[in-house]
């Protein structure tokens, strides 16, 4: 298994995970100077004449970093992009990607030929994300050049499936680049996705405890305060799976304990769900290991000396 040229000088093999309405370009770019991968969701930018300006200011503060310090460049950064048909800023929002050469595409909620080969026509790669084995191939064999494994456990929308048992399943017929999403929060679980076969971790929920993310103080303390006994796994908010915190469901008058199901047919990704997860908050079961608010850079040196001292262990046995 080789990594893409674009994913191969990382600080430590981890890709920030695109938060809905969290991740921002401030958290991006701290991302990428502290040697991860950093990524924001394109609907994030609103209206959608704002991504053109958030795309200028990643790349021109990336490009500044880089000329001021040739020796520790900062990692690439990621746009996401949803690209089912509720969608209607798909085209803008790909084709600002273009125009910018943003380096990492990721794809979520369907898999589109056109995506993905208008992000190859500048040499770009595309990393899709998928809960299961069928979805992986189907990814694949319409272009994407790498998976982002969503197993259980994870933040947002989130697979039932062990991480385990979903990389096994890919890895037999796959060799391209996979990274592992799935209650990842410490360097020890970097590592481990690496054992189990993935090359790299896709970690979320732990960012929203940052100074840079775009949460309320409330999110940010209920993600330090809970733990995986505080998760919910439904597919009432948006009709698609996801894993949110309780409180966050119990504070909006939800019984956790009979929540109805949702029609997958009415998914939805506008202004309607945007107001709903300012109220109902999503995340992992990786977040007891999140005990205080810090800056992305300081978590970051956390999982880089987790993730050495995890390595070490393992050599020295």
Same mark, same amino acid.
């Given at each position: @298994?080789?990594?893409?040229?674009?994913?191969?000088?990382?600080?430590?093999?981890?890709? %920030?995970?695109?938060?809905?309405?969290?991740?921002?370009?401030?958290?991006?770019?701290?991302?990428?100077?502290?040697?991860?991968?950093?990524?924001?969701?394109?609907?994030?930018?609103?209206?959608?004449?704002?991504?053109?300006?958030?795309?200028?200011?990643?790349?021109?503060?990336?490009?500044?970093?880089?000329?001021?310090?040739?020796?520790?460049?900062?990692?690439?950064?990621?746009?996401?992009?949803?690209?089912?048909?509720?969608?209607?800023?798909?085209?803008?929002?790909?084709?600002?990607?273009?125009?910018?050469?943003?380096?990492?595409?990721?794809?979520?909620? /369907?898999?589109?030929?056109?995506?993905?080969?208008?992000?190859?026509?500048? %040499?770009?790669?595309?990393?899709?994300?998928?809960?299961?084995?069928?979805?992986?191939?189907?990814?694949?064999?319409? #272009?994407?050049? %790498?998976?982002?494994?969503?197993?259980?456990?994870?933040?947002?929308?989130?697979?039932?499936?062990?991480?385990?048992?979903?990389?096994?399943?890919?890895?037999?017929?796959?060799?391209?680049?996979?990274?592992?999403?799935?209650?990842?929060?410490?360097?020890?679980?970097?590592?481990?996705?690496?054992?189990?076969?993935?090359?790299?971790? !896709?970690? #979320?929920?732990?960012?929203?405890?940052?100074?840079?993310?775009?949460?309320?103080?409330? !999110?940010?303390?209920?993600?330090?305060?809970?733990?995986?006994?505080?998760?919910? !796994?439904?597919?009432?908010?948006?009709?698609?799976? %996801?894993?949110?915190?309780?409180?966050?469901?119990?504070?909006?008058?939800?019984?956790?304990?009979?929540?109805?199901?949702?029609?997958?047919?009415? @998914?939805?990704?506008?202004?309607?769900?945007?107001?709903?997860?300012?109220?109902?908050?999503?995340?992992?079961? /990786?977040?007891?290991?999140?005990?205080?608010?810090?800056?992305?850079?300081?978590?970051?040196?956390?999982?880089?000396?987790?993730?050495?001292?995890?390595?070490?262990?393992?050599?020295?046995?």
């Amino acid at each position: @298994m080789s990594l893409p040229p674009v994913l191969q000088h990382l600080r430590i093999p981890v890709i %920030g995970s695109p938060l809905f309405i969290i991740s921002n370009p401030d958290l991006v770019i701290a991302q990428c100077k502290a040697g991860i991968v950093g990524s924001f969701p394109a609907l994030n930018a609103r209206p959608a004449e704002m991504l053109e300006e958030w795309l200028k200011r990643i790349t021109g503060e990336l490009a500044e970093h880089d000329a001021k310090h040739p020796d520790r460049k900062a990692a690439p950064f990621a746009v996401n992009q949803i690209v089912h048909r509720s969608n209607t800023r798909i085209d803008h929002d790909v084709e600002m990607c273009v125009k910018y050469r943003v380096p990492v595409v990721i794809t979520s909620l /369907g898999a589109r030929p056109d995506v993905n080969e208008a992000i190859h026509s500048y %040499g770009g790669i595309v990393l899709h994300d998928i809960i299961n084995n069928l979805f992986a191939r189907k990814a694949v064999e319409r #272009g994407a050049d %790498g998976l982002i494994a969503v197993a259980a456990g994870a933040g947002g929308h989130a697979g039932s499936l062990s991480p385990f048992a979903l990389v096994q399943e890919i890895r037999e017929w796959f060799d391209g680049p996979i990274a592992l999403s799935g209650a990842i929060a410490n360097g020890n679980a970097v590592l481990a996705a690496q054992a189990c076969g993935a090359d790299l971790a !896709y970690i #979320g929920s732990a960012f929203i405890a940052t100074v840079e993310a775009n949460a309320s103080e409330g !999110y940010k303390q209920m993600i330090v305060d809970s733990a995986a006994d505080d998760i919910v !796994y439904t597919n009432l908010i948006t009709g698609v799976l %996801g894993n949110y915190l309780k409180p966050s469901l119990e504070r909006a008058g939800l019984d956790v304990d009979n929540l109805p199901t949702s029609d997958k047919s009415a @998914m939805n990704f506008g202004s309607d769900k945007a107001k709903a997860w300012k109220d109902i908050w999503g995340s992992g079961q /990786g977040i007891g290991a999140v005990k205080k608010v810090v800056p992305a850079a300081e978590l970051i040196d956390r999982l880089a000396a987790e993730y050495a001292a995890a390595r070490a262990r393992v050599l020295a046995a």
